[in-house]
């Protein structure tokens, strides 16, 4: 694996870093409040292989080296120690940073993630990996639509926004989606919990089709001493519920100063 990832790097002020889910961006993932962390924050965020400027990779992910040069990133833009921001499958990466790089983890915010895929998950994956192989990727953006936007938002959204939004959506899908899928499907951190020392706030995604809330509230029972807050919104919090999200980070951010 390469020595970094393509990366932003933005603001000024105590670290933060940032892990994007599979099939997700930096953009993609943490748009929506990427400025305002960086209002107060030095936020850093690199892109996974097959995603943004990233290349992709020619050989399957492993989670420890997707860990390790995300914080080498991080470093060699002069940010030593962060917060880390996971989100999806980067609540996995962020919990094998916290374990392999404690002294730099100042905090931890792991948003609509899981410790594994358990059989409705794996299930999930497997139709996801399909479509891709299949190559429509209109109907992987119906599906992932389906799967991840909450009902409450889908439901309040005319025909014409869905469309549009699949449609965005299917162009935006990284060249580097199926090594993240094959990714996902690998994770389990199960171990890793109990060894956390960092503060960490969980937040979970209550109308969330691909990540369930169960699978946050494991996470949070897993580690020592963590906060668990709820958010009526599927999994793409960023734009359902922006403004709860960014309060609810700010509130980990302000524990850690």
Same mark, same amino acid.
């Given at each position: 694996?390469?020595?970094?990832?393509?990366?932003?790097?933005?603001?000024?002020?105590p670290?933060?870093?940032?892990?994007?889910?599979?099939?997700?961006?930096?953009?993609?993932?943490?748009?929506?409040?990427?400025?305002?962390?960086?209002?107060?924050?030095?936020?850093?965020?690199?892109?996974?292989?097959?995603?943004?400027?990233?290349?992709?990779?020619?050989?399957?992910?492993v989670?420890?080296?997707?860990?390790?040069?995300?914080?080498?990133?991080?470093?060699?833009?002069?940010?030593?120690r962060?917060?880390?921001?996971?989100y999806?499958?980067?609540?996995?990466?962020?919990?094998?940073?916290?374990?392999?790089?404690?002294?730099?983890?100042?905090?931890?915010?792991?948003?609509?993630?899981?410790?594994?895929? @358990? /059989? %409705?998950?794996? *299930?999930?994956?497997?139709?996801?990996?399909? +479509?891709?192989? =299949?190559?429509?990727?209109?109907? !992987? &953006?119906?599906?992932?639509?389906?799967?991840?936007?909450?009902?409450t938002?889908?439901?309040?959204?005319?025909?014409?926004?869905v469309?549009?939004?699949?449609?965005?959506?299917?162009?935006?899908?990284?060249?580097?989606?199926?090594?993240?899928?094959?990714?996902?499907?690998?994770? @389990? /951190? %199960?171990?890793? *919990?109990?060894?956390?020392?960092?503060?960490? +706030?969980?937040? =979970?995604?209550?109308?969330d089709? !691909? &990540?369930?809330?169960?699978?946050?509230?494991?996470?949070?029972?897993?580690?020592?001493?963590?906060?668990?807050?709820?958010?009526?919104?599927?999994?793409?919090?960023?734009?359902?519920?922006?403004?709860?999200?960014?309060?609810?980070?700010?509130?980990?951010?302000?524990?850690?100063?």
């Amino acid at each position: 694996m390469a020595e970094h990832f393509a990366h932003v790097v933005k603001g000024s002020g105590p670290g933060i870093l940032l892990a994007h889910g599979g099939g997700g961006s930096i953009a993609g993932n943490y748009g929506p409040i990427l400025d305002d962390l960086a209002t107060t924050h030095t936020v850093v965020g690199p892109d996974y292989p097959g995603s943004g400027d990233t290349p992709r990779s020619p050989e399957p992910l492993v989670l420890d080296d997707v860990a390790d040069t995300l914080v080498r990133t991080a470093v060699d833009a002069g940010v030593d120690r962060f917060t880390v921001l996971g989100y999806s499958l980067g609540t996995a990466v962020a919990v094998r940073i916290a374990v392999r790089y404690p002294e730099r983890v100042t905090g931890l915010v792991l948003t609509a993630g899981f410790t594994y895929p @358990d /059989t %409705r998950m794996r *299930l999930a994956v497997e139709v996801w990996r399909g +479509l891709l192989a =299949a190559g429509d990727r209109t109907l !992987l &953006a119906r599906y992932l639509t389906f799967m991840a936007t909450g009902t409450t938002h889908l439901n309040a959204m005319s025909l014409a926004e869905v469309e549009a939004g699949v449609a965005a959506l299917a162009d935006f899908i990284p060249a580097g989606s199926p090594e993240h899928v094959d990714l996902v499907a690998g994770v @389990d /951190t %199960r171990a890793d *919990l109990p060894r956390i020392t960092a503060p960490t +706030l969980v937040v =979970a995604t209550t109308e969330d089709g !691909l &990540a369930a809330p169960e699978h946050s509230r494991q996470l949070a029972a897993g580690i020592p001493d963590a906060e668990l807050v709820e958010i009526a919104a599927g999994h793409g919090i960023a734009t359902e519920a922006r403004d709860q999200w960014l309060a609810a980070i700010r509130s980990l951010l302000a524990r850690v100063g």
